[in-house]
Structure formats: structure tokens, C-alpha cells
């Protein structure tokens, strides 16, 4: 009994072996043909979506499910569009509206009319006086600031009215030379065939200090007044002349000019805008000069908080030391990219090298330092870059991402809207803009690539209080951008 006993134990527990290796074959069975489900529902169902990870499969995107986090994806969607368009509507009108009703602003660039003709019978003078004068008097139509100014606020000397254009005490002047009316008789009488009509009058101007004001507004206006003057000056003269039986035919015939035109401006450009390669150097190429130290904040922070990471396995360093290597580190880093900026502008030859030149003549590339002219303007961009960079790094610090946009905008554009155009056709409300960075750099390389008129202590004391400024507040900012960090990390535990 005990060994059938025995014996029926032995087939039971083989019975079950065989059972059980054949449920495990199954099982595993079962598994390889659940993955190639799973292999064959990706292929052909959700793409993959729903995984083996335990997610919940995606849904539609007006699922019951997302209703919460839609609404707060379309209200936050809506904020931000308000938030740009109204960004979009303040800052960029501050662009356009720079030069708005410039037409009636026209009378704000300054030209003197200085006639040195003393003669009691002269007419050359008295009627450009008289012309320029009634513009003003009738303001129907917009007209330039034509102001007559006697003679002997100049000593009787043309050459100081020279002085006071290029001083940029007005942006032109006319002046009627002396002996204009007589000169003109006498080549008439005499038939002095070597007369020169634009020896009466001359227009003195520097286009360099803004080539857009001159050829859009001020040089238009000033032909249409020679057109004006010469028409109105030649039906009186040639009457006068043909009423005189005095004078010999054959004498007009030998100087015709005397009798039309009779009377021209000579045109003198005492700092011509030339090389034409130097536009982006005094405009467009300035905006880059922005975004560069702008973007600069972006490229060396993540190099500058490795100090302070305990994750790298090394001490951290104080917080006060870290403040002045990054403001250092910031200026080191303006210099080098100031001096890469401003070799563009030698490698495409603007001159930098050329000697100054009188004040009082035509002058085509002269330069106010001579060879020292190039580090000058290094030195301009360097501090211009430290007054628009400072200001950058110290409000991405305030404000942060993505608002550091919007800030870069308003920086360009207030900038821009301040420098390349001149202000005093603008409204009286953008008088801050003398002030702004941008203008002083426009104004000091105007004046390095020119030879203009120079207000580089001015230009270099503004640049230097903002970089002042910015510098004093660099490590509130710091310590701002610090906690500000802190606080997020706080929250997010």
C-alpha cells in the first residue's frame, strides 16, 4: 500500500511539472503575442501615443478631459496677444511718429540770409531779403527758418558766415556778396564777357552733418527759392536793361550771361557726406551695435553662473566677487567686440587718417585727429556700447525671459527714432532723445569720419553717465535677478 501510495505521488507531482511548464509556455505565448499586438496596433493605430507606460491615451482637442487646461491655454493665449498688440501700438508709433507733420516743423532748420551789398540802388540783396522774408510772413506753405541777419554781426565778412554754418548754428546760409548789383551793371555797360552770375550769391551748407535733412528737405526748398529768385530777379533786370538806350547792343552781346541769367548761387558743401560706404557707420549699421551687446547678456551668463553651480563638485564663489568678474568680464568683452565693430568700417576704407582741414573751406574726408582719428572711434563705440550693453544686461536681469523682447525693441526703436533723424523736425516731445545713447554715437562719428563740427566732450559725458548709471545699478540688479531665481525655485519644490 505504501509503495502504490508512493507511486501515485510520484505521477501526481509529474502530472503537475508537465502542467506547469506547458502553462508557462502559454503564458510566454501570450506575451510575444501581446507585444506584436502592441508592435501591430502602433503601426497601424495612434502612432505610438498611448505607449506601454502606463499614460492615459491622447484625446481630441475639445476632449472633456483638457477643458481646464484649455481655457487656460486660450486665456493665457489672449493676454499675450493684448500684451504685444499694445507693445506693438506704443512702442512703434514712437517710430512713426518721429517725423510727423514734418511739413510744418520745416521752419525749425535755421538758414541766414546775410546780404553784404551796402549800395543805397542795389537790387540783388534787397530782393532775396524781401523773398525769403515773405516766406516766412506767409505761412501757408511750408518754407525753411530763413532768418536775415545784417552784416555787421559778421564783421562785413563772408568767411565768418562760413564759420558760424559749419559751428552748426544753422543748418545753411545765403549769402549776396558784396558788390553783387554793381558787378552785374558794369559787366552789362562794359560787356565784360569774363563775368560770372554765380559769382553774386553763394549757399553755404555741411551735408555730412545729416545727408537726409539736406536732400530731402533743406536742398529741394532752396532750389525752388533760386527758381524763384532768378525768374522774378530776370523780368526786372531785363526790362531795366532794355529800357536803358545808354547801353551798347553790342555790348550785350558780348556778355549775354549778365543779362540771363544775370544773378546764380554758388553751391559750397563745406563737409560733403562721401564716402557713400560710410551709411552704416552714422545709421542702419548702429542698430547692430545694440543688438550685439543685447545678445551678448544671453551667450556669457550661462559661462558666468558656473561659479556659483555646487553640482560641478567646487566651492562657489561669493556673490559679491561674482557681481564685479561679471561687470569687468562685461566691459573686457565691449572692448574686443567695439574694436571688431569698428575695423569694418576701416577695412571697407572709411578714412580715418586723413589731417583736418580749415573750417571755412570745401573739405572732402578730412579727419579732426588725423591718425589718431581710428582709436577715437573705437573709443566712441567702446563707451556707446557700455551705455546701450549696461542698460540691456541690468533690465534682462529685472524682468527676464520672454520680456526681454519687447525691451529690445523699445531700445532699438527709441534709439533709432532719436538719432537718425534730425530732432529738430520732430515734435517738441522727443526732445529727450538728446540724451539717449545713440545720438551721441551718430553725433561724435559724424564728426570723426567729417571733420565736423565737434561736441565730443558732450557725446563721451553722456555715454559716460550712462554707463555710470547702468553700473551703479548692475549689482542691485544681481542681487534682484538672485532672489528672483530663488523664489521660482521655492515654488517649483
Known amino acids: ?284 549699421g548702429l542698430i547692430y551695435l545694440i543688438i550685439i551687446a543685447f545678445f551678448s547678456f544671453t551667450f556669457f551668463l550661462p559661462i558666468h553662473m558656473q561659479f556659483i553651480a555646487p553640482e560641478k563638485g567646487h566651492p562657489v564663489l561669493k556673490f559679491y566677487q561674482l557681481i564685479i568678474w561679471r561687470w569687468l568680464s562685461t566691459l573686457v568683452a565691449y572692448l574686443i567686440m567695439s574694436l571688431a565693430y569698428s575695423l569694418i568700417s576701416l577695412a571697407f576704407q572709411i578714412p580715418f587718417s586723413h589731417d583736418h582741414a580749415s573750417e571755412t573751406i570745401v573739405a572732402q574726408n578730412a579727419n579732426p585727429f588725423g591718425k589718431a582719428t581710428f582709436m577715437v572711434y573705437w573709443m566712441v563705440n567702446f563707451t556707446g556700447m557700455g551705455a546701450l550693453g549696461l542698460a540691456c544686461e541690468n533690465v534682462a536681469m529685472v524682468i527676464g525671459q520672454p520680456w526681454t523682447a519687447l525691451w529690445l525693441i523699445f531700445w532699438v526703436i527709441t534709439n533709432v527714432s532719436t538719432s537718425f533723424y534730425a530732432l529738430e523736425l520732430s515734435p517738441g516731445f522727443y526732445h529727450w532723445g538728446y540724451a539717449w545713447p545713440l545720438h551721441s554715437i551718430v553725433e561724435a562719428s559724424r564728426t570723426l569720419i567729417f571733420d565736423l563740427h565737434s561736441r565730443l566732450g558732450l557725446d563721451f559725458g553722456i555715454l559716460l553717465a550712462w554707463c555710470a548709471v547702468n553700473s551703479a545699478l548692475f549689482p542691485l540688479c544681481c542681487y534682484f535677478m538672485r532672489w528672483k531665481t530663488m523664489r521660482e525655485k521655492k515654488k517649483s519644490q
Open 1 to 284: 500500500m505504501q509503495l502504490l501510495f508512493n507511486n501515485r505521488a510520484v505521477r501526481e507531482n509529474k502530472i503537475g511539472a508537465d502542467e506547469h511548464e506547458r502553462g508557462s509556455g502559454s503564458s510566454d505565448h501570450t506575451l510575444s503575442n501581446g507585444n506584436n499586438d502592441i508592435k501591430g496596433g502602433n503601426s497601424k493605430g495612434d502612432g505610438g501615443e498611448s505607449g506601454d507606460d502606463g499614460s492615459q491615451p491622447p484625446v481630441g482637442f475639445w476632449d472633456k478631459g483638457l477643458r481646464k487646461t484649455r481655457n487656460g491655454v486660450f486665456l493665457q493665449w489672449g493676454k499675450t496677444t493684448i500684451i504685444l498688440s499694445t507693445a506693438i501700438l506704443a512702442i512703434l508709433s514712437l517710430y512713426w511718429a518721429v517725423l510727423f507733420n514734418v511739413e510744418m516743423n520745416l521752419n525749425s532748420l535755421v538758414v541766414f540770409v546775410v546780404d553784404f551789398e551796402t549800395e543805397a540802388n542795389a537790387l540783388v540783396g534787397p530782393l532775396i531779403t524781401k523773398t525769403t522774408e515773405a516766406q516766412v510772413v506767409v505761412n501757408s506753405m511750408p518754407h525753411l527758418g530763413y532768418i536775415t541777419i545784417p552784416p555787421s554781426t559778421y564783421n562785413n565778412d563772408p568767411m565768418a558766415v562760413r564759420q558760424a554754418v559749419y559751428d552748426q548754428e544753422a543748418w545753411a546760409a545765403i549769402i549776396i556778396n558784396p558788390n553783387a548789383t554793381a558787378l552785374l551793371r558794369q559787366a552789362v555797360e562794359q560787356g565784360n564777357s569774363s563775368f560770372d552770375p554765380l559769382g553774386t550769391c553763394q549757399i553755404i551748407y555741411t551735408s555730412a552733418r545729416d545727408q537726409d535733412s539736406y536732400y530731402d528737405y533743406i536742398l529741394p526748398e532752396l532750389s525752388m527759392l533760386q527758381t524763384q529768385v532768378t525768374s522774378m530777379f530776370g523780368e526786372m533786370w531785363v526790362a531795366q536793361v532794355m529800357a536803358n538806350t545808354s547801353i551798347p547792343r553790342t555790348n550785350l552781346a558780348k556778355a549775354p550771361q549778365a543779362l540771363n541769367p544775370a544773378i546764380g548761387f554758388s553751391m559750397f558743401d563745406l563737409r560733403p557726406f562721401y564716402p557713400y560706404v560710410a551709411v552704416p557707420a552714422v545709421t542702419i
